[in-house]
C-alpha cells in the first residue's frame, strides 16, 4: 500500500406531548410519571430546552485512586443489588415494562398496543417494538433501549456511565448534528436507580443493513464510514462546547484517561490478558501484554494533542449503511449508533479503531492508506484542520492500542459480545500491533 502500508501500522405532570416524532431538539422537565422522585423525562416536543442536573454525567475530569475506584464499584453493586426491590421507580427494568401505559405517558399520546420483537441483551437491553397508536405522528415502530437486567452487565453499565452518555447524545449533541444517525423519539431517566430508556427510530423502516466484526465492511462502507467520522470530528475540532459545563455544552465528555474509573480498568485489563493468553496465545503479543500492563500511561498518551468529539467505539456492529435511491444523486450513508462511550479526544483514535476492526487485514494493507487520506480531505472539508500525513501515521500507529485494548476487554468479560465476534476483534487487532510496531511508537512504552 505505498510508502506505508496500513498493514504495519475502534416535577411535574405537565409535560407537552410529543405530536411529531422524531424532531430535532429535545424538551428537558422534571416529570415524576408515578410519583417517583427526581425522575426526568425527555420528550422532543418543542423548541425549548430546559436542562436539569439529574441526567447529566458527572464531570470526570480526575481519575480516581484505586481504592476510590473499588468503593464506588461497592456502592454501584449495592444500587444494582437494591434497584430488584425497589417498585418506586417510575422507568421500567425490563423490556416487558415498556407497555402501553408507560409509553403513552412517555409520548404524550395513547399507546393502545405495543409488540417486542427482536428482543437482545448486551450491555442494554433492548428490543425493537411495534406500536399501535391511532391518530398520533407515533411511528409504527421505534426500537428502544434499557439498562441491562443482568446484575453484573448493570454494575458495569453503572460505572461506566453507558447509558447517561448516549441519553447525553441524543439530548445534547444529536439536535442540528449533520451526520447520519438515529433521530430520537424519547428519552427517560432515574438517576437514582440509574435506570433509563431510549426511544428511536427504527433503522429498518428505511431498509438500513448491520454488520459485525466478523463480516466486516466492504471498501465502499468503509469509504462511507470514514466520512461519517470525517465530518463528525470537524464539526467538533477545537470546539468551546467540549469545555462548556453550561445547558447544552459538552463539559461532561471526558476523556477516555480522565474516566475516573481507569485504576480499576487497569487492574481488570491484566486479568483480563491473562485469560485471553491462556485460551489464545497468539493474540497477547509482547507488545499487547506492555500495552495492558501500562495502561494508564498508554491512555494518558492517547489523549495528548487537541480534542474533538468521539464517538468512541464504532466498530462494525454499531455501523449500519443506507442506500440511496439511484434518481438521487447521492452516494452510500455511513451512519453510527450506540453512542454509549461518548468521548473528547484525539479523532485518529475513532478513525483508527474502525479502520482495524471493521477491515480484514489484507484490505487495511491494500486500502489504508487511501482511507487515512480521505480523512484528512473530509475533516478539512468539514471544518476542522488540515492533518500533516506524517503526525497522522504516527497517531495511526499508537491508536492502534486501544483497538486492542477494547478486544481484550471484550473477549475476557462474556456477555458484552458474542464469542465470534471477539475472536475476529482479537486477531485483528493483534495484527494491527504488530504491523503498525506499536510498541515503539507509543512513547510510554519504551
Known amino acids: ?5 496500513l498493514a504495519r501500522i475502534g416535577t411535574s405532570d405537565d409535560v407537552r406531548p410529543a405530536r411529531r416524532c422524531p424532531v430535532q431538539s429535545l424538551t428537558t422537565r422534571l416529570h415524576p410519571v408515578g410519583g417517583a422522585e427526581d425522575h426526568e423525562t425527555y420528550n422532543p416536543a418543542t423548541k425549548s430546552v430546559d436542562v436539569t442536573s439529574g441526567l447529566r454525567p458527572a464531570p470526570s475530569g480526575r481519575r480516581q485512586s484505586l481504592l476510590a475506584s473499588v468503593a464506588h464499584m461497592g456502592l454501584e453493586a449495592v444500587r444494582v443489588v437494591a434497584d430488584r426491590f425497589d417498585h418506586r421507580s417510575a422507568v421500567p427494568r425490563t423490556i416487558e415494562g415498556v407497555d402501553r401505559d408507560y409509553l403513552s ?3 404524550g399520546v395513547e399507546v393502545t398496543g405495543v409488540k417486542p420483537v427482536d428482543v437482545t441483551s448486551g450491555t442494554t437491553d433492548r428490543a425493537r417494538l411495534l406500536l399501535d397508536s391511532p391518530g398520533s405522528d407515533v411511528p409504527g415502530s421505534v426500537f428502544v433501549k434499557i439498562a441491562p437486567t443482568k446484575t453484573v452487565t448493570r ?5 461506566s ?24 423519539v424519547a428519552l427517560d431517566c432515574d438517576p437514582r436507580t440509574k435506570r433509563f430508556t431510549i426511544v428511536i427510530e427504527d433503522l429498518t423502516t ?6 459485525d466484526t466478523v463480516g466486516g465492511v466492504t471498501l465502499p462502507e468503509a469509504e462511507a464510514v470514514v466520512d461519517t467520522l470525517a465530518k463528525l470530528h470537524g464539526t467538533f475540532w ?26 480499576i480498568v487497569q487492574k481488570a485489563l491484566v486479568a483480563a490478558g491473562r ?46 449503511f443506507i ?9 452510500l450513508r455511513g451512519g453510527l449508533f450506540d453512542w454509549q462511550v461518548l468521548r473528547r479526544g484525539n479523532g485518529t483514535r475513532d478513525l483508527t479503531y474502525f479502520l482495524v476492526l471493521g477491515l480484514d487485514t489484507d484490505q487495511r494493507r491494500q486500502h489504508g492508506e487511501a482511507l487515512l487520506a480521505r480523512y484528512r480531505d473530509g475533516l478539512a472539508r468539514a471544518g476542522g484542520p488540515t492533518l500533516d500525513p506524517d503526525r497522522q501515521w504516527l497517531d495511526v500507529r499508537k491508536m492502534a492500542a486501544y483497538a486492542y485494548v477494547s478486544a481484550v476487554f471484550a473477549a475476557a468479560f462474556a456477555g458484552l459480545q458474542a464469542e465470534p465476534v471477539t475472536t475476529s476483534g482479537l486477531a485483528k487487532s493483534s495484527a494491527a500491533l504488530k504491523d503498525l510496531d506499536s510498541g515503539t511508537a507509543i512513547t510510554c512504552l519504551a
Do not use: C
Open 206 to 211: 428505511r431498509d438500513a443493513r448491520f454488520t
Open 105 to 107: 405517558r412517555l409520548l
Open 161 to 184: 456511565n453507558l447509558g447517561r452518555s448516549e441519553l447525553g447524545f441524543y439530548r445534547d449533541v444529536s439536535p442540528g448534528l449533520d451526520i447520519e444517525a438515529p433521530a430520537v
Open 238 to 263: 477545537d470546539s468551546p462546547r467540549l469545555a462548556d459545563p453550561g445547558p447544552g455544552g459538552l463539559a461532561w465528555v471526558t476523556t477516555n484517561s480522565g474516566d475516573p474509573q481507569l485504576p
Open 323 to 331: 442506500d440511496a435511491a439511484p434518481s438521487s444523486g447521492a452516494g
Open 275 to 320: 485469560k485471553v493468553a491462556k485460551d489464545h496465545l497468539e493474540y497477547v503479543p509482547r507488545e499487547g501484554a506492555k500495552i495492558l500492563a501500562r495502561y494508564l500511561a498508554v491512555a494518558d498518551e492517547l489523549d495528548a494533542g487537541r480534542h474533538t468529539l468521539l464517538h468512541g467505539d464504532p466498530h462494525p456492529g454499531n455501523v449500519y
Open 1 to 5: 500500500m505505498g510508502r506505508r502500508p
Open 155 to 159: 454494575i458495569f453499565t453503572n460505572l
